[in-house]
């Protein structure tokens, strides 16, 4: 009980961290002094603390995950697997470009998140952005939001229903890879929105009243994003629709096999 608590704890954390760190600028550029320009010391000099910060929590989360119960390395061995093939798949991306805002890292993490449980799916994303970066060259300032953000996708895959109907249960699935497919850009701007200037029709700033900057990211989003995402929303529900129930199937007995008892946080 004790372990399982510390694991949920660490999950929390994990998500705090994410949260802080996404809303940082708005914070600190809000309580700055008028007239001085926040070049966004989280976003540079922080990053790398923020990276360390959520490895370390995945490895807490993993340690816990191995002391709490029999099937505990079992997990991470189905982690281990699942990671170094979507990982692979980003590799293959990178090496064979498709349309552009397309990837195929997503459909894996959501099903795994939707077959194993919320607890791995974070931990599927997250380690995934992490090892696919590091092979692919991609380690950069924006790598702990990549990674706190596709550890979400897979949080949020393991708490979808599990439908009978398998009409019923794909429909779903697609629809939650269309939904991230744009969710996970606009989540992802705003790791550098806060901090540009320009146009004020599709910039942030400190005096700016909620309303004000949800028009201003809007404007933002559309011309700079729509187009990119619509691309990554279309690939996941190609490849969902054509994939997810097989897939479901595979990764199902494959739980079963290997006595996998589905974590919730």
Same mark, same amino acid.
């Given at each position: ?38 070049? $966004? %010391? /989280?976003?540079? =000099?922080? +990053?790398? &603390? ?11 989360? !993993? ?57 791995? $799916? %974070? /931990?599927?994303? =997250?380690? +995934?952005? &992490? ?11 924006? !790598? ?7 550890g979400w996708v897979g949080l949020t895959a393991g708490w979808l229903p599990h439908l009978k109907n398998t009409t019923a249960e794909i429909a779903l699935l697609v629809a939650f890879a269309f939904i ?86």
């Amino acid at each position: 009980m004790s372990a399982r608590i510390a694991s949920v704890g660490l999950y929390l954390l994990a998500g705090l961290a994410g949260m802080f760190a996404l809303f940082y600028p708005f914070i600190t550029r809000a309580v700055s002094q008028p007239g001085t320009n926040e070049t $966004g %010391f /989280l976003q540079v =000099s922080g +990053t790398p &603390l923020l990276a360390t910060l959520l490895v370390i929590l995945c490895l807490a989360v !993993l340690f816990a995950e191995l002391q709490g119960q029999a099937a505990g390395s079992k997990t991470v061995a189905a982690l281990g697997i699942m990671v170094a093939a979507t990982a692979t798949l980003r590799f293959i991306e990178v090496g064979i470009p498709g349309p552009a805002g397309f990837s195929p890292i997503f459909a894996p993490i959501i099903l795994g998140g939707y077959v194993f449980g919320p607890r791995f $799916g %974070f /931990l599927l994303g =997250s380690m +995934t952005m &992490l090892v696919s970066a590091i092979i692919t060259g991609g380690v950069g300032p924006w !790598l702990p939001y990549q990674m706190f953000t596709a550890g979400w996708v897979g949080l949020t895959a393991g708490w979808l229903p599990h439908l009978k109907n398998t009409t019923a249960e794909i429909a779903l699935l697609v629809a939650f890879a269309f939904i991230w497919g744009f969710a996970y850009g606009a989540i992802m701007n705003l790791y550098s929105w806060p901090y540009l200037v320009g146009d004020p029709r599709t910039t942030w700033s400190p005096e700016s009243s909620m309303a004000d900057g949800l028009r201003s990211y809007a404007a933002f989003y559309v011309t700079t994003s729509l187009l990119w995402d619509s691309a990554a929303a279309i690939g996941n529900v190609i490849l969902m629709a054509a994939l997810g129930l097989p897939a479901v199937r595979a990764l199902t007995r494959f739980r079963g096999r290997m006595a996998f008892q589905v974590q919730h946080p």
